[in-house]
């Protein structure tokens, strides 16, 4: 059985990546309650926007943790950190990914769910309710996406490259519009798929990279281990691996460093 050592010894993943893909699922099913039903919203602190749904959704998920791993820590867009006993253990939840699209009944919204161990993902987990779909990995057990293998493409030409984005505006927000015209100009070409979406389409083949000049960490804690076990790369612009930089690329292995080169500019 594949697993992981830290400080407290051999850690078996498995237990971990059947819970939080079957926690995943049942809190899909919380938000397909509120989907399509004309759901009023708040704006929080940095006015984005927030609804019941998503409130409920992460008052249930952290509910489940507690009960079923009450000394690990958690981690939430909507509810913040709770702390944990002195353990590794941390879990990073976005009840929904992609409110804006949720909120207009645009079905590539997802709900996240990742566990940290010593501060590295291992286990990510990322469904889409209004698809039925779900992608989950952990490292040494392989990505899936509904049961099959999830594979990068094998794409190695920028020409033949698809890439994604959630939106045009947080380039420019930081200053980074040079890197989206430059995308542009060296791909086969960009589409908006937005926020967990586009690294979905990625993990599977059917994109080559994904771009997110600013993210919060519950935005992709998922995304280390399945790009690790699909055969790509998740990290940040400079080539930093990891979920904690504040940015993201996704990318096949085939094209990561004519990708990180591209950053640069």
């Known amino acids: 059985m594949p ?6 010894g051999e850690v078996n993943l498995q237990p ?3 819970f939080a893909k079957q926690l995943a699922y049942r809190a899909g099913r919380i938000t397909l309650s509120y989907y399509n039903k004309g759901i009023h919203y708040d704006r929080k602190k ?11 959704t992460e008052q249930f998920i952290r509910g489940e943790i507690e009960k079923a791993y009450p000394s690990h820590a958690i981690v939430g867009e909507e509810y913040g950190e709770k702390a944990g006993a002195k353990n590794p253990f941390r879990w990073i939840v976005d009840p929904i990914d992609g409110t804006k699209s949720f909120m207009k009944g645009v079905p590539f919204y997802s709900v996240l769910i990742a566990l940290e161990i010593e501060g590295v993902s291992r286990v990510g987990v990322v469904c889409f309710p209004a698809l039925d779909e779900i992608l989950y990995a952990a490292d040494g057990l392989g990505a899936w996406w509904n049961g099959k293998r999830a594979r990068v493409s094998e794409v190695k030409n920028l020409k033949e490259a698809v890439f994604t984005y959630t ?5 420019r927000t930081k200053k980074r519009l040079d890197v989206f015209d430059n995308m542009h100009k ?9 926020d967990a979406y586009g690294y979905h389409m990625v993990a599977t083949g059917r994109a080559e990279i994904m771009l997110d000049p600013s993210i919060k960490i519950w935005d ?9 076990e699909a055969g790509g790369w998740f990290g940040s612009w400079s080539g930093k ?3 904690t930089h504040g940015e993201g690329i996704a990318v096949n292995g ?6 990180l080169k591209l950053m640069r500019v």
């Open 3 to 8: 697993t992981v050592s830290n400080g407290y």
């Open 16 to 18: 971990y990546l059947n």
């Open 241 to 243: 691996e990891g979920h």
């Open 220 to 228: 992709v804690a998922p995304m280390p281990p399945i790009f690790r």
């Open 167 to 171: 939106s045009w505006s947080g380039f």
């Open 254 to 259: 085939a094209l990561k460093s004519k990708v």
């Open 46 to 56: 940095d006015e984005s926007p927030v609804t019941a749904a998503d409130r409920a």
């Open 186 to 194: 060296e791909c086969f070409y960009g589409r908006g798929w937005s």
